[in-house]
């Protein structure tokens, strides 16, 4: 079956650390996007990418970075700078060429700094 | 800019009742309309769509009506049931630009048996 997946569910992170998380998808959509939610918000974008080895940055982009070396894959590192990186993160997916087919979500990863 | 405002939350309703959760946007072009839903822990799932105007979206019983004039498209469930507890996002998108989804705040509704 076809789906979105992030890896891992969990993730603890000390400071002054940089952690990555996974994004791989098999739908072989074009677009790719990362959301941050915060408890009791709705998600906010942090960049996204359209197309292989493009990327752009969202709403929230400081204190995180990208790369999109493959179509199946949309990694999402958390660097030191982000000075607020617990927060609940979403992967989402969509072909470009139809967004009325709606956006794939996978189930997230959950960031706790310790 | 684009955006999406809802009713805030919690609703609480008792089982079988009837729902309604608002919804109403703002943009610069003409945007897909979108609900999601989420449960305790766990991504987003599409629950219905519309892509334009007086388009209805349907799914488990669960529809909305994208309304141009009003800018709104809200969420209606005849029935509610337990199971329907979860969070709730109106959300839309351009086939313009980054094509991005832009959210509400989300509508937490827990339904009492």
């Known amino acids: 079956d076809g789906g979105i997946t992030q890896s891992p569910k969990y993730l603890f992170r000390k400071e002054g650390q940089n952690v990555t998380l996974s994004c791989e998808q098999n739908l072989n959509h074009d677009a790719m996007y990362w959301y941050r939610q915060d408890p009791g918000q709705g998600l906010r974008l942090i960049y996204y990418s359209q197309i292989v080895n493009d990327f752009q940055k969202g709403d929230i982009a400081e204190g995180y970075s990208v790369s999109r070396e493959k179509k199946e894959s949309f990694p999402l590192t958390v660097t030191s700078a982000q000075k607020n990186p617990t927060a609940f993160y979403l992967c989402d997916s969509s072909t470009d060429r139809d967004l009325s087919g709606g956006y794939t979500f996978g189930s997230g990863t959950r960031l706790t700094v310790v | 800019g684009d955006s999406v405002t809802q009713m805030e939350g919690p609703v609480t309703l008792s089982e079988e009742a009837f729902l309604t959760i608002n919804c109403t946007y703002t943009?610069?072009?003409?945007?897909?309309l979108f609900w999601y839903v989420q449960y305790p822990g766990e991504g987003l799932q599409l629950l219905l769509k519309a892509t334009k105007a007086d388009d209805k979206g349907s799914n488990k019983g669960f529809e909305a009506t994208y309304r141009k004039e009003t800018t709104s498209f809200h969420l209606e469930k005849g029935s509610v049931q337990v199971s329907d507890s979860a969070v709730y996002f109106c959300?839309?998108?351009?086939?313009?630009?980054?094509?991005?989804?832009?959210f509400g705040s989300g509508t937490r509704l827990q339904v009492q048996p």
């Open positions: 959300a839309l998108s351009l086939d313009t630009g980054r094509r991005a989804l832009t």
């Open positions: 943009a610069t072009g003409y945007p897909s």
